[in-house]
């Protein structure tokens, strides 16, 4: 297999752009709990009244998102299913008399919205009365494989695992055994595996920020672990999309209407044109409240930003298909002209979303936009890499044709799309 290239799951993956992810556990009815404090936390604290993993799916959508993440398992150990490998989970909790699953009602709530189905777990379970004590790191292993097992195995077709580095620094974990008990029972399976160093399909982008760097390459030769250590050398370079998680407030976990910070929309665009439109997924976190829904501040916001991203991004000026000239690729806009009617008529441009041809892999390394204008041609924007999505953001001009002009490049490259949009201010 060729890791240089990327498979087909690979690029769907980037055609998903944006991800919810859903903090959601026993931390949520311990406020001011932080990872590794050690303080106390027992299931029977676990009682949302009102849980609608429904209602959870309506913020992804109206976020945009296609994809969707639960915690069925963070670093306190808490399992949100009724594991046979632990009591410390949803069967101790009075919570629907202990014969609860929230994973089940999650992954329904799903598959009901069309959102592909993303699962969570920590590995890392030590710290605290309920930390998982092994002697050796093959005892640990079995109970990882164990849990992994139940999840892959007893809810339908999951699209995509989610394992946390953090924690897990020091733990040799084996990586071969892991991933093929994952894709015996889901073979389709996306894995973002960090903790497995080097992972398996795509990365995490090293910070928890929502930003990627101006120059985003997916053929890398490291990968982030965890907030705590520094990145991993590859053998080998291997194509690897990156992708961005942040949260919505500053906690992960629980979400209230009160003062607290909380991201507003304008931001969140920022954010989405700084991972999606530099080429990566974004996945924005939402933790549901002590009640198990999506508190109404959060959902407002959500609702907002996706408004917003549709605003600008939903529908392109009516420029003609990709075409490859000599001076480079374009579009051209029909019939266009400067008359005052053609300025009402959304003549004005000030963003250019690029894609590249990532089939045989990713190769533009720098590039320029050219705006025509009435014969004159002149520079907008100047970038480095494109990738799955490039968002390129100038003064606005009216434009009958855009070139983008490939100035480095590893081998022949291929300009897949290329759609002008005019952002009005707000």
């Known amino acids: ?18 991800g919810m992810f859903f903090h959601f556990g026993l931390r949520t009815f311990y406020p001011g ?19 609608d993993c429904g209602q959870w799916m309506e913020a992804a959508k109206a976020l945009g998102a296609k994809y969707a993440i639960m915690t069925c398992k963070h670093h306190d150990g808490f399992a949100l299913w009724p594991s046979k490998f632990t009591d ?50 093959k005892t640990y292993d079995d109970y990882f494989v164990g849990q992994l097992s139940e999840l892959m195995g007893n809810y339908g077709t999951i699209d995509y695992l989610w394992l946390d580095g953090c924690g897990s ?14 894709r015996e029972l889901q073979p389709d399976i996306m894995i973002m595996g960090s903790v497995l160093s080097p992972g398996d399909d795509n990365r995490w982008i090293g910070n928890e920020d929502g930003f990627v760097s101006l120059e985003h390459h ?6 982030e672990f965890s907030v705590n250590t520094a990145a991993r050398q590859l053998g080998e370079p291997r194509f690897m999309p990156a992708e961005c998680d942040m949260r919505i407030r500053d906690i992960w976990f629980g979400g209230a209407d009160n003062d607290e910070y909380i991201k507003q929309p304008e931001e969140l665009l920022g954010n989405y044109e700084y991972t999606v439109g530099r080429g990566a997924n974004m996945l924005l976190n939402v933790g549901p409240d002590q009640h198990g829904r999506i508190c ?15 605003a600008i991004y939903g529908n392109p000026l009516p420029f003609g298909p990709v075409t490859k000239e000599e001076a480079g690729w374009t579009i051209t806009r029909p019939e266009f002209s400067l008359g005052r009617d053609a300025i009402r008529e959304r ?20 590039f320029r936009v050219i705006a025509d204008i009435k014969g004159l041609r002149i520079c907008v924007y100047r970038g480095e890499t494109i990738g799955h999505k490039q968002i390129c953001m ?17 081998g022949e490259c291929k300009i897949s799309s290329m759609n002008a949009f005019f952002a009005q201010e707000s």
């Open 33 to 51: 709990h932080v990872d590794w404090d050690n303080l106390p936390m027992e299931a029977e604290k676990f009682a949302p009244d009102a849980l």
């Open 88 to 137: 410390f989970s949803v069967k101790k909790s009075p919570w629907k008399d202990g014969k609860g699953d929230v994973v089940r009602e999650f992954v329904e709530a799903c598959r009901s919205h069309d959102i592909k189905v993303g699962l969570y777990y920590s590995p890392a379970q030590w710290g605290g009365e309920h930390s998982f004590a092994a002697e050796d790191d």
């Open 296 to 310: 109404g501040a959060d959902m407002e916001v959500l609702w907002k930003t996706g408004q917003k991203i549709k």
């Open 394 to 410: 100038f003064p606005a001009v009216p434009a009958s044709k855009f070139i983008v002009e490939i100035i480095e490049s590893d």
């Open 347 to 366: 003549g004005l441009c000030n963003r250019l979303v690029l894609g590249e041809d990532l089939t045989d892999g990713q190769k533009v390394r720098a």
């Open 169 to 182: 620094e020091g733990h040799n974990y084996d990586r071969r055994r892991i991933v093929s008990a994952v």
């Open 1 to 18: 297999m060729n890791r240089t290239l990327p498979t087909a799951k690979q690029l769907e993956f980037l055609d998903w752009e944006i």
């Open 218 to 223: 997916n053929l890398v030769r490291r990968v």
